[in-house]
């Protein structure tokens, strides 16, 4: 089955500054890749996503990366604040007709300092 | 938290009684789903539905079931109780890709 590793498991940087989380994945055949932002007592949170016929998204100060033929995909958060201090998690998955089941990784803490 | 309700939000039972946690949803999602999170485990799939009646078992599926009677309802019941299942308990819906979770049930077993 589907193994998602995360790196690092903690992250702290200096507001303004740029973040970057990495998870490499063993399945070549999934085929979408979320991630997520989880703060104190609250559910994951989709912030963005991306599918194995793209290589590159954005939306705003976040961006994802997918990397199929090495099977890993980044996190990228610019101009860092500290409201995006929280938990991050990437998963992935072969979306198929019967759900999309997610495998998550571990999570990285993400703290930024202001 | 996308129209997604879970309840009960916490609770504490004794080891070997039954526990069912319930997930509700307003946005007639067709696939809904049961997480656990642990600390260095992220989420891991329990059950998950893509129909009414319709289930299937996940990564983590020894000790749990679950039933979706109505599209909006889908239950998960621990038949009797261990330590081990102490967790936060999350239900996920979703149509396409995008799946949105709920606010989560925290449940410690002791």
């Known amino acids: 089955g589907e193994n998602v590793e995360q790196h690092p498991s903690t992250l702290s940087v200096q507001e303004g500054d740029s973040a970057v989380i990495k998870c490499t994945y063993s399945?070549?055949?999934?085929?979408?890749f979320p991630w997520y932002k989880q703060e104190l007592g609250k559910g994951p949170q989709l912030i963005i996503d991306?599918?194995?016929?793209?290589g590159e998204k954005k939306d705003q100060r976040i961006a994802v990366t997918l990397n199929k033929t090495a099977k890993h995909f980044s996190l990228h958060i610019t101009e860092t604040q500290p409201e995006d201090s929280a938990v991050y998690f990437c998963?992935?998955?072969?979306?198929?007709?019967?759900?999309?089941?997610?495998?998550f990784g571990a999570g990285t803490i993400l703290r930024v300092k202001s | 938290d996308a129209g997604i309700t879970q309840s009960p939000r916490h609770k504490v039972t004794e080891t070997g009684t039954p526990v069912t946690l319930r997930c509700h949803q307003t946005e007639n999602h067709r696939y809904m789903y049961w997480y656990r999170q642990d600390p260095g485990h992220g989420l891991r799939l329990i059950h998950y539905?893509?129909?009414?009646?319709?289930?299937d078992k996940g990564e983590v599926s020894d000790g749990y079931s679950v039933s979706r009677s109505k599209t909006e309802d889908f239950l998960l019941t621990l038949e009797s109780a261990t330590s081990s299942q102490t967790s936060v308990y999350f239900c996920?819906?979703?149509?396409?890709?995008?799946?949105?979770f709920g606010p989560g049930t925290r449940l410690t077993v002791t």
């Open positions: 399945d070549s055949a999934s085929n979408y």
């Open positions: 991306i599918r194995s016929n793209v």
């Open positions: 998963a992935a998955s072969d979306n198929r007709e019967y759900g999309n089941k997610l495998v």
């Open positions: 539905s893509y129909g009414v009646k319709d289930t």
């Open positions: 996920a819906i979703s149509e396409l890709y995008e799946q949105y």
